[in-house]
């Protein structure tokens, strides 16, 4: 075991400060690379070594499984085997042990259970499930839980919002006669337990003498409540995260959780990290530049040790001259000994992977996609690739079987299984088969109609038609536009407007032939070494030595889809951030002047993001201001003589500085 200075040794000022603290309520606000888990661990291994709290007395929550499992075995090499016994899990895992320490032992619904249950109500209430699909309305009824708003909560407005309420209520008294919960609801329910059973509230808070949150501005609003359920006044509770990161709005995390946690908990001292471990300084400044524009936050300037990074802004003239310039950069890097593991392409949206995949491939890179699949393994893109297929060559039975499998449109399990038998029957393709069904009047009448609506799909497209027009037209008649935009799945409907760029549109076979190169993307697969392709929401938390930032375009990034709000724009100048922190050594941020669409080239506009980091003062450096060195760290302008700041350092005395010092920051 470690003694108790070593633990304390280990850290710098501001963490020891952090660690130290243990009367009170606590923010750590934990800037990027600040080493946050380093400071939460060794703060719960040091209340442990000093008796502050038993193991069995301290709760840590985390969002995934992997971050508690970390946390856990750091605080086991820190101290032992004296960690076993504290309560360190995810919200939901803590949440299901309270609900089972309780007397509560619910089985718990996957999302494929919750998908199956919903479907049996809508068939029970007559719903047409081509035009409410169960995601879609799981995905409406987790919105309301989110919210914590029980179905009697919910207007009639609307009919769709009548459906709502009656489908998530029969869904919740279907759930509770099985003696099963969903995801969404082991908070929801343990939240309930507490406000309904004192008791039980008053045993959990008094028993936690220490609760733990990692990540607060993840949290949101049942997880918001939860916490506040187990705080009793007597205890403490100690927040760590950072505002500058909160990027998932879109999953119900609350900004302002965070924003607000010192005002809400008594007797609360608020500790920031931003000694940063991972970034040069030169990238530190332009990422304290950017967020400083941002109003909803804790002033912070991040600095690091680190000097000498590089960083690259490049305007291309097309889409496709940017993943050309990306790709040579990372042959460039890989002469001089980098590894291709230390490289990442970042992008805001999963559609944008398709053309650097394209120039991977064609300059035989090794690549890997964190967080989705492939751009030709994705579901939508192979489904309307097996319509064109079929197009072409109507006996390719398997592009048949795909086409109709692609989304509800009436033909099920049965009449497959006639088209097969008669297919087999005659030695003839699956497409003759169904064809002659039709004619010779052995089908129902529904069935006739779904396989003839299919059918005549096909029959009515021209093939000497572009490419574009023709995967609109199969999108359109085929119900698969209805079908993904009913379940709000736009990322989907982008991958498909995306594939329209993926080779010539003039001519469908050599459409399909131009495809074939990403095909051979599998060949690449026996390599040690990948460049890592991801979005920057799937970038969170990891790191790379260098960073390649792309598609810094208005309506690209920030994105088109948002409402324009002050707020929304604030949330993708923090995904931008999040997006510049992870590089360590190297970073390039691109944009193209003009991107493809349907065969022409539309005019982009370049991001309001790179105006801002393009301009480094963040304020006007005058008699008075405080700054940050990196050699000699802070410091207070005493003067300022033509091109010379004369600065008073806290550790080094007076120093005479160049004003373009890049090592120089405004904090």
């Given at each position: 075991m470690q003694q108790k200075s070593s633990i304390i040794n280990q850290l710098n000022e501001s963490q020891k400060q952090a660690v130290l603290e243990c009367s009170c309520n606590l923010l750590i606000i934990a800037g990027a690379g600040s080493g946050k888990t380093k400071t939460l661990t060794h703060k719960i291994a040091y209340i442990l070594q000093n008796s502050y709290a038993?193991?069995?007395?301290?709760?840590a929550l985390t969002f995934t499984n992997k971050a508690a499992n970390e946390m856990k075995e750091r605080i086991k090499n820190l101290i032992g085997d004296r960690a076993k016994s504290m309560w360190i899990g995810t919200f939901h895992s803590i949440a299901l042990r309270i609900l089972r320490n309780e007397g509560?032992?619910?089985?718990?619904?996957?999302?494929?259970?919750?998908?199956?249950?919903?479907?049996?109500?809508?068939?029970?209430?007559?719903?047409?499930?081509?035009?409410?699909?169960?995601?879609a309305i799981l995905s409406k009824i987790s919105l309301h839980k989110l919210n914590m708003k029980k179905p009697s909560d919910l207007d009639e407005s609307t009919p769709y919002n009548i459906l709502i309420k009656r489908v998530y209520k029969t869904y919740e008294d279907e759930l509770e006669k099985a003696n099963t919960v969903d995801f969404d609801n082991i908070i929801i329910k343990t939240i309930e337990l507490f406000e309904n059973n004192e008791e039980i509230r008053k045993k959990y808070s008094e028993r936690f003498k220490y609760i733990f949150i990692d990540e607060y501005q993840d949290t949101n609003y049942p997880q918001y409540l939860f916490v506040r359920l187990l705080y009793n006044g007597k205890n403490h509770v100690c927040a760590v995260g950072d505002e500058d990161q909160s990027i998932y709005s879109f999953r119900g995390a609350k900004v302002e959780n965070i924003m607000r946690f010192d005002k809400e908990y008594d007797n609360c001292k608020v500790i920031k990290l931003t000694k940063n471990y991972r970034s040069t300084q030169e990238i530190l400044n332009i990422a304290n530049v950017l967020i400083s524009k941002n109003n909803f936050r804790n002033k912070k300037t991040l600095h690091s040790d680190k000097i000498g990074g590089k960083i690259t802004l490049k305007e291309l003239p097309t889409d496709s001259d940017e993943a050309g310039f990306v790709v040579q950069s990372i042959l460039n890097l890989q002469d001089k000994g980098e590894s291709l593991n230390n490289m990442a392409i970042l992008y805001r949206t999963n559609y944008q992977s398709r053309i650097f995949e394209e120039y991977l491939i064609r300059s035989s890179i090794p690549y890997s996609i964190i967080g989705s699949k492939k751009f030709l393994d994705r579901k939508e893109v192979k489904d309307i690739l097996a319509y064109l297929r079929l197009l072409l060559n109507p006996k390719d039975n398997v592009s048949f079987l795909r086409a109709i499998s692609s989304h509800p449109m009436g033909i099920g399990k049965a009449l497959v299984g006639k088209i097969t038998e008669h297919a087999q029957k005659k030695d003839i393709s699956l497409f003759e088969a169904a064809e002659e069904l039709i004619k010779n009047g052995k089908l129902t009448k529904k069935q006739e109609n779904a396989l003839a609506n299919l059918i005549n799909t096909f029959k009515s497209i021209d093939t000497n038609s572009t490419v574009d027009k023709i995967i609109d037209t199969i999108m359109e008649k085929s119900g698969y536009k209805n079908y993904l935009a009913e379940k709000s799945d736009y990322d989907r409907i982008s991958n498909v407007e995306e594939l329209k760029n993926a080779g010539e549109l003039n001519n469908l076979e050599s459409f399909l032939d131009s495809l074939s190169l990403l095909d051979y993307s599998d060949d690449l697969n026996n390599s040690a070494e990948f460049v890592k392709l991801m979005t920057i929401h799937a970038a969170k938390g990891l790191e790379f030595n260098t960073v390649f930032v792309v598609g810094l375009e208005e309506g690209l990034f920030p994105n088109g889809s948002l409402k324009r709000k002050e707020l929304d724009i604030e949330e993708e100048r923090r995904l931008f951030y999040v997006a510049i922190t992870r590089a360590k050594t190297n970073l390039f941020i691109s944009h193209a002047q003009f991107r493809r669409k349907n065969n022409q080239y539309i005019p982009s506009k370049p991001s309001r993001f790179l105006d801002e980091i393009k301009s480094k003062e963040q304020k006007e450096i005058k008699r008075g201001v405080k700054v940050y060195h990196v050699i000699y760290g802070k410091g207070t302008v005493l003067g300022k003589e033509d091109n010379l700041l004369t600065i008073n350092f806290e550790n080094n005395g007076i120093k005479k500085v160049l004003t373009?010092?890049?090592?120089?920051?405004v904090i």
């Open positions: 038993k193991p069995w007395e301290i709760l509560f032992k619910p089985t718990i619904y996957d999302t494929k259970d919750q998908e199956n249950l919903i479907k049996e109500i809508l068939k029970r209430l007559n719903v047409d499930q081509k035009k409410y699909t169960p995601k373009k010092d890049r090592n120089l920051t």
